[in-house]
T-cell receptor, first 113, second 112 residues
Framework: GQQLNQSPQSMFIQEGEDVSMNCTSS?????WLWYKQDPGEGPVLLIA?????ELTSNGRLTAQFGITRKDSFLNISASIPSDVGIYFC?????????????FGKGTLLTVNP | DTGVSQDPRHKITKRGQNVTFRCDPI?????LYWYRQTLGQGPEFLTY????????KSRLLSDRFSAERPKGSFSTLEIQRTEQGDSAMYLC??????????FGSGTRLTVV
């Protein structure tokens, strides 16, 4: 099936630092989504991207939909302890199966205060 | 809007027993999805309902799994004759149209 390569697998940073993570695919996606998951909870949508080249911000978070439609990145600026969690990218196809999300394996973020 | 609600949050069952999980989506959402997530992995698609119609089932769903959404509102996911490999987080999500879903908090299943 579809595979999304998400990197890095984990990051350990100091509070206040900026963070960048990315996701690549061998397939073209119509939509890219970024989710955050806390332990024992479901994923929470952070940012949705619908057009190639789109750059969208949500507070300290910025995400971009790659021009090739095969990649996306997420930046977090000035990290704080509550940014700790697992960040997932997800791609959504166009056409008949456009309701399905394909997820990456996640990036585990640890922020040292 | 109380979000997507799942019950129970945790379930421990003996191998071979049947279990049933419930999902209550956001009330105006006509699309409902079930995903499964194992440790260290992202969620994987299991099945999709539009209103009461189940429109797709993943190959991950063996014959022991069945999902229903009888009135186009809440949904149930039943696993018969559970196996240890069924241990996972089962996530329900809902949406109005194509785009970002809203996930529930999940049901953590442990088969012993």
């Amino acid at each position: 099936g579809q595979q999304l390569n998400q990197s890095p697998q984990s990051m350990f940073i100091q509070e206040g630092e900026d963070v960048s993570m990315n996701c690549t695919s061998s397939s073209i996606f119509n939509t890219w989504l970024w989710y955050k998951q806390d332990p024992g909870e479901g994923p929470v949508l952070l940012i949705a991207l619908y057009k190639a080249g789109e750059l969208t911000s949500n507070g300290r978070l910025t995400a971009q939909f790659g021009i090739t439609r095969k990649d996306s990145f997420l930046n977090i600026s000035a990290s704080i302890p509550s940014d700790v969690g697992i960040y997932f990218c997800a791609g959504q196809l166009s056409g008949g199966s456009n309701y399905k999300l394909t997820f990456g394996k996640g990036t585990l973020l640890t922020v040292n205060p | 809007d109380t979000g997507v609600s799942q019950d129970p949050r945790h379930k421990i069952t003996k191998r071979g027993q049947n279990v049933t999980f419930r999902c209550d989506p956001i009330s105006e959402h006509n699309r409902l999805y079930w995903y499964r997530q194992t440790l260290g992995q992202g969620p994987e698609f299991l099945t999709y309902f539009q209103n009461e119609a189940q429109l797709e089932k993943s190959r991950l769903l063996s014959d022991r799994f069945s999902a229903e959404r009888p009135k186009g509102s809440f949904s149930t996911l039943e696993i018969q004759r559970t196996e240890q490999g069924d241990s996972a987080m089962y996530l329900c999500a809902s949406s109005l149209v194509v785009g970002g879903y809203t996930f529930g908090s999940g049901t953590r299943l442990t088969v012993v």
